[in-house]
């Protein structure tokens, strides 16, 4: 297997991540950033329902248990739902960090087909942090935290204030979530200021 590219290299001066204080204890059940989150919403119908958990130091773990609506080839899941699996993994560890971050670049390994039905455990951890940068990595196996490993993704993610979604996102959604006093706790969590 080649290196990663090397924009997902850490570079010189990058810093190993801290976790942050006040973040969830490990083993804590994470809730959704997010009810309509195609990852981790509960409200979503067609979503993951990942259930994600804080782990120890910068790292999360999450369950993924793919259905029928996840397919890509008869019986196997889709390579772009496993791919968002493992994104939203690693996106779920800015409720370690305490940071809100966005995807900037994913690269993704396909070791094993994945059937459906099949409990994809997942874990993620960040590698290092390098101003807004932060570096992540995630594995997902087959049927349980020691199972084969099934996906690997390492990514970038950057981190951006509360109006990068107040700018782009669409009206109807921002305005129904400032509103919502259940978002705007899960927006203080991550250290924001609606
Ligand atoms: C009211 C509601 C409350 C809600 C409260 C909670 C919400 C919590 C939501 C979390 C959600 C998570 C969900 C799962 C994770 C997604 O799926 S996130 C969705 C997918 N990602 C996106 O939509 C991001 C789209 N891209 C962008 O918006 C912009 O390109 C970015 C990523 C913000 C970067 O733009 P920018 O801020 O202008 O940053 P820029 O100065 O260009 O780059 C900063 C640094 O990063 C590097 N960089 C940037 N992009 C890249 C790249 N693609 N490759 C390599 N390097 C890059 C630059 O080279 C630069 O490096 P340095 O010069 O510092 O060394």
Not at 110 to 118: G, K, N
Not at 127 to 147: E, L, M
Not at 152 to 175: C, M, P, Q, Y
Request: glycine share 10%; with cysteine.
């Amino acid at each position: 297997m080649s290196a990663p590219t090397s924009s997902l290299t850490p570079p010189e001066g990058a810093r190993p991540p801290v976790r942050h204080p006040d973040a969830p204890a490990p083993g804590e059940l994470l809730g959704a950033h997010y009810d309509q989150c195609f990852g981790c919403g509960r409200d979503q119908a067609h979503g993951l329902h990942l259930e994600t958990r804080a782990g120890e130091g910068v790292s999360v773990t999450a369950v993924f248990t793919v259905k029928a609506a996840h397919q890509g080839a008869p019986g196997l899941a889709h390579g772009g739902v496993l791919a968002t699996a493992l994104d939203e993994t690693i996106g779920s560890l800015s409720w370690v960090l305490r940071t809100i971050a966005v995807t900037g670049r994913l690269e993704t390994d396909y070791v094993l087909p994945v059937p459906v039905d099949t409990e994809l455990h997942l874990d993620a951890r960040v590698t290092a942090v390098h101003g807004r940068k932060i570096y992540g990595t995630a594995t997902g196996r087959i049927g349980a935290p020691d199972g084969p490993v099934a996906v690997r993704a390492n990514a970038l993610f950057i981190e951006v204030k509360v109006d990068h979604f107040i700018e782009n996102g669409r009206d109807t959604e921002i305005r129904a979530a400032l509103e919502d006093p259940d978002q705007v706790r899960v927006a203080r969590a991550f250290e924001v200021n609606p």
